[in-house]
């Protein structure tokens, strides 16, 4: 069992006070396979994420995860259907909504304040002082401090991971999208960054959506589950998690978080069996 980061006591600021919510409505997106043929990803696709809430999206691989983190950040667009933050239409990409990626988004060639501030220096939203003073908070908050003028390459996975979090917060987003931020890491750092990115979360309430193929890491960080799977791909099911926050790894062990777990074990096990063709290795 990973023990719970240190976390400093910088206040972060958020625009988690003003409940902002992401919602997408009736949503169809189609990609063309090899073969020329026309695939439906999602098809009158419906969800509304609610505010100051960590929802967890979940499913198989090949389901439409990603695809779904990328309509709501404005990577790409639906082919019907609209996707809205706050009820207003995303037109693309922007700093109230910021995406972690499943790989590294630092840049190679700079430094961890540098990586820090490029989003809003290169936006011109404040002078270069005022910013480095910002991450440097943020650094001091993250447990970074001490490697602010290092390089990605210098840094070991789950301090990339941080540093990556640290980029996308100090642009003050209303929404964070995360795709699998831990995969691939060790189980130990995997443990201690999800306890980290909770306690930021129950600091914050910043609206989360947070993408995920791990079913206990959805039962520890989620307020919901939300269970993606059919052809093409709908929201299966919903389950409210209860669990009490502040949250530690503490609570896997208790008799609520277990039976959570055997409920949720027995969405996918149906789901599986309803389309085997899906789960194959």
């Known amino acids: 069992m990973a023990k719970k980061p240190p976390m400093n006591g910088v206040k972060l600021p958020t625009n988690s006070a003003q409940g902002n919510g992401m919602q997408l409505k009736s949503v169809t997106k189609q990609f063309t396979d090899p073969a020329g043929r026309c695939i439906d990803v999602f098809n009158n696709l419906s969800i509304e994420f609610e505010p100051n809430q960590l929802h967890v999206v979940m499913g198989a691989s090949g389901c439409g995860k990603s695809t779904l983190g990328y309509l709501l950040a404005g990577f790409t667009q639906p082919d019907s259907g609209e996707v809205s933050l706050n009820c207003v239409p995303v037109q693309g990409p922007g700093p109230d909504r910021l995406f972690v990626f499943q790989e590294t988004a630092l840049w190679p060639w700079m430094t961890v ?15 270069v002082v005022e910013l480095k003073s910002r991450a440097a908070q943020m650094l001091v908050k993250f447990g970074l401090a001490d490697f602010s003028d290092n390089y ?4 070991s996975g789950g301090m990339k991971r941080r540093a990556e979090i640290a980029q996308a917060l100090i642009n003050r987003p209303k929404i964070m999208i995360l795709d699998e931020p831990f995969r691939g890491l060790d189980v130990m750092t995997r443990e201690i960054l999800q306890e980290y990115y909770l306690a930021l979360f129950e600091e914050t309430r910043q609206t989360t959506i947070f993408i995920t193929s791990e079913l206990e890491e959805a039962l520890f960080l989620a307020d919901k589950i939300y269970f993606m799977g059919g052809s093409p791909t709908q929201i299966q099911a919903v389950i409210d998690i209860k669990l009490p926050r502040p949250r530690n790894f503490d609570v896997t062990l208790g008799q609520e978080y277990l039976a959570y777990k055997q409920k949720a074990m027995d969405l996918l096990f149906r789901d599986a069996r309803e389309q085997p063709g899906k789960f194959k290795g």
């Not at 304040?113 to 002078?127: D, K, L, V």
């Not at 990605?152 to 840094?155: C, M």
């Open 113 to 127: 304040t540098e990586n820090i501030i490029f989003g809003p220096q290169s936006r011109g939203e404040a002078s």
């Open 152 to 155: 990605p390459d210098q840094l």
